[in-house]
């Protein structure tokens, strides 16, 4: 049955992705909440693909200095794309790290995505 | 696809004087009624703006000698008006003043603010009457980077409206004293609702947003939160919708229908 899902796919590390949390799909819907962390990096939560009811992933995003809000409206804009498979960022083999997210808000300028358990 | 709302904090409180030796004191500011408590203070000059809030009493009963001369000359806070008269009119209130404080005589301590009276400091104390209200809010221009100014957990978030739990009523009484606020111009009686959501971190707390509101407007930010949670915000392709953000001195559609004045907000850090 065709769930017509948008599942978010974010890589970060190196091109060599194989170790726990170098990247993750997960359902968009599966964002929970969005916060400033400091004024170069924003805080996205995820619920924990383990299944825990605690300790959700998180995604920190590093970006353009006070750009927190535009930040989180482009995750936003992300989740409710059309999908169904849609890349925050992406490390190809052999390629530098990309961030389609930054074709959103070109202000935005993000830099690097760190997941983490 | 789900509707993402942003809430940015604006910390309001409101309070009924105290009495006997806590007279020139505050009630508490703490996490739940203000979110992030402000750091303790020693009385000393400094600006609203470093500070990152302003302090006012709206007063309760009419008496003599107990404006400090340097506030009356800030004018009313709701007329804008400055006083006339002799020194000693204008060391009169009357009911309704609202009157601004500096922090030339203010202290804080562990969320508790300390105001000097009159007779100790003629030019900025203020002789507090038990019948005088409190008001406390963060300053629109704040340079304070522990309450507003760098972005950090509890300062903004945005959420999934898919989490949303619940809304709950507030009361904002002290003693038989509803609380008020100051509201385009006016001072108005407040009421605050409380929004539960699943908790950002996935932890079994649930993280909650608290809302200064115009008075008896609980039931329209339910209605808010169904209209938020149901719509189709979403597919209109323009992110996050933003509910309130005072800080930053425009006015959303919500602020301006639910006369929503403060704004503060517990998450659990991740």
């Known amino acids: 049955m065709n769930q017509n899902k948008n599942f978010l796919y974010s890589a970060n590390g190196d091109d060599a992705i194989s170790a726990t949390m170098e990247a993750l799909m997960f359902p968009a819907t599966a964002i929970t909440g969005m916060f400033g962390a400091s004024l170069t990096t924003t805080n996205v939560s995820i619920q924990a693909t383990t299944g825990a009811n605690d300790n959700n992933h998180q995604m920190l995003i590093t970006h353009a200095s006070g750009k927190n809000k535009e930040v989180m409206n482009a995750v936003t804009k992300l989740a409710n794309s059309a999908g169904p498979f849609t890349v925050i960022s992406a490390f190809p083999v052999g390629g530098p790290e990309l961030f389609p997210i930054n074709n959103l808000d070109g202000s935005i300028l993000v830099t690097n995505i760190a997941i983490t358990a | 696809m789900d509707n993402y709302v942003y809430f940015g904090k604006r910390s309001h409180f409101s309070c009924l004087a105290n009495t006997s030796g806590n007279l020139q004191k505050s009630d508490a500011l703490t996490v739940a009624n203000f979110g992030i408590v402000p750091a303790d203070f020693t009385a000393a000059t400094a600006t609203e703006e470093a500070q990152g809030y302003e302090m006012f009493i709206h007063t309760g009963e009419a008496n003599a000698s107990t404006r400090g001369t340097a506030l009356t000359a800030l004018g009313d806070v709701v007329t804008g008006l400055v006083k006339a008269g002799n020194a000693g009119a204008k060391a009169t209130t009357i009911i309704g003043d609202v009157t601004r404080l500096k922090f030339d005589t203010v202290g804080v301590g562990t969320g508790v603010l300390t105001v000097a009276n ?23 221009g704040s340079t304070n980077n522990a309450l507003s100014d760098v972005p950090a957990i509890n300062q903004a978030v945005c959420l999934n409206m898919a989490n949303f739990i619940s809304a709950d009523p507030v009361d904002t009484a002290t003693a038989v004293t509803i609380g008020v606020g100051i509201l385009n111009g006016a001072v108005v009686e407040i009421d605050q609702t409380r929004l539960s959501f699943k908790s950002v971190k996935g932890d079994a707390t649930n993280d909650t947003i608290l809302l200064t509101h115009k008075s008896g407007a609980y039931k329209d930010v339910m209605i808010a939160m169904e209209e938020l949670a149901n719509g189709a915000y979403h597919r209109q392709g323009k992110g996050y919708y933003t509910f309130t953000d005072l800080m930053s001195g425009k006015t959303t559609l919500w602020e301006n229908r639910l006369g929503i004045i403060g704004c503060s907000m517990q998450v659990q850090a991740v």
């Open chain 2, 118 to 140: 009159f007779g100790a400091d003629g030019t900025d104390g203020y002789l507090i009457d038990a019948t005088d209200q409190w008001i406390i809010r963060e300053k629109i």
